[in-house]
């Protein structure tokens, strides 16, 4: 059985190689907005890192091309008697294969590929590191409303108290009744005083990815990208399809190696003639050339030729893989969403709860039958509840940007 009578995977060779000629056409027409976040040091790695891949291809693609071979020797002879001899010898020498049943062209090919592949994965190390600092960014933003949230609650716990305390001193309540609402205190300032611990990694963490101050960046409004626009533009999967046509020409070359190749050979010389045997019919200056066609026999050839081949068939089938993966992930990041929606919406129906009850407890209040602290409890509840929204909506945007993470030019 032929293992290349896979159906996809021609589609996928030449789709994607011109998706990857069109992504290099169309790279100058958008950018990360967000790019500048990264330290400079970090941006200059990336930097050297593509400057690098782009000169190993070039180098990969030339590989089929033999060096020339210059040489000048110089040599003494105490042979002779009467005098030392000396000669010098200047030559160019050539062997360079014109054919290699199909090696050449499979070796082109495969440093396009390999090219490509090694760029996609260098812009996705770049997105996640650029992801990793939007995040940081997200993540101060929602701890700063957890700590308004915790004071909220502290401020709480301390009318609780109060409330407990009267109670227990008029023989109402139960003294278990107010060490639970002390515990509660307790337990909320020690939250409140960990969060700060959170707050500080976080700023660590992003100081060591960006040098700038995390208030001059204001984090970016995600919304859900496309289903089809997040499988196309996916750099994982992009990297696993070019990976997988870098095995393809790879186990051609492999199989290509081991064929008959055709080389030429030519050969320059100027050097002295041997004094120690001199002959009329020679030339100090002269030329030779042939043409070698060479076939190897190695015991290792089918084995060689078929470990190509399972590599390529490892790396077809990760692409497979990879786009049940990226179609699971997108249908997990929306089912999460659908999730923080009906949580926002509940915080949205008790907000509306906690106006109603504040505005009729500010007014009963007013005619003294109740007091500012149970006033101040559900003005309390009320804020809560308007936090709790926003720390939800920064929720969805970290989900969302788990998706803008692997996709190229969206921020």
């Not at 308004?148 to 009744?177: C, N, P, Q, T, V």
């Not at 300032?189 to 100081?207: D, G, P, R, W, Y």
């Not at 999967?237 to 070359?253: F, G, H, N, Q």
């Amino acid at each position: 059985m032929n293992i290349y009578n896979i159906k996809t995977l021609p589609e996928v060779r030449n789709v994607l190689l011109s998706l990857f000629l069109f992504s290099l056409s169309t790279s100058n027409l958008h950018s990360d907005e967000l790019a500048e976040i990264l330290s400079p040091e970090k941006r200059d790695i990336f930097k050297y890192q593509e400057q690098r891949n782009e000169l190993e291809a070039d180098k990969l693609k030339r590989s089929w091309v033999n060096p020339l071979q210059l040489q000048y020797k110089k040599s003494f002879s105490t042979q002779m008697i009467d005098n030392d001899t000396q000669t010098e010898t200047y030559s160019v020498v050539m062997s360079q294969p014109i054919f290699k049943s199909g090696g050449i062209f499979h070796s082109i090919k495969y440093s396009d590929a390999l090219r490509g592949a090694n760029a996609t994965a260098i812009k996705l190390q770049k997105r996640e590191m650029i992801g990793s600092a939007v995040t940081i960014l997200y993540g101060i933003q929602k701890l700063n409303l957890q700590q308004e949230k915790l004071r909220l609650l502290i401020s709480s716990d301390e009318i609780d108290i109060k409330f407990k305390s009267d109670s227990y001193e008029a023989g109402i309540l139960d003294s278990s009744f107010l060490d639970q609402a002390i515990i509660k205190r307790n337990s909320d300032e020690t939250e409140l005083l960990a969060s700060q611990i959170e707050m500080e990694k976080l700023k660590n963490n992003f100081a060591l990815l960006s040098d700038k101050d995390p208030k001059q960046f204001k984090t970016p409004k995600l919304r859900l990208l496309d289903e089809t626009l997040y499988k196309q533009e996916n750099l994982e999967l992009k990297t696993d399809k070019l990976r997988a046509v870098e095995k393809e020409y790879l186990s051609k070359m492999t199989w290509s190696k081991y064929l008959p190749e055709v080389s030429i050979q030519g050969q320059y010389v100027d050097g002295d003639l041997n004094p120690l045997y001199p002959n009329p019919n020679l030339k100090e200056r002269y030329t030779t050339y042939g043409m070698t066609v060479s076939m190897p026999l190695n015991i290792n050839t089918i084995d060689d030729i078929e470990s190509g081949k399972v590599a390529y068939l490892e790396a077809a089938t990760q692409v497979i893989d990879r786009e049940k993966s990226v179609k699971l992930e997108y249908q997990m990041i929306l089912n999460n969403l659908r999730i923080l929606d009906k949580k926002i919406a509940l915080d949205k129906k008790d907000e509306k709860l906690y106006q109603r009850l504040y505005k009729v407890t500010k007014n009963l209040e007013k005619a003294g039958e109740k007091t500012k602290y149970d006033t101040q409890l559900i003005h309390n509840s009320l804020l809560i509840k308007k936090l709790d929204q926003q720390i939800h909506s920064i929720d969805k945007q970290l989900q969302l940007l788990t998706l803008y993470i692997k996709v190229n030019n969206v921020f």
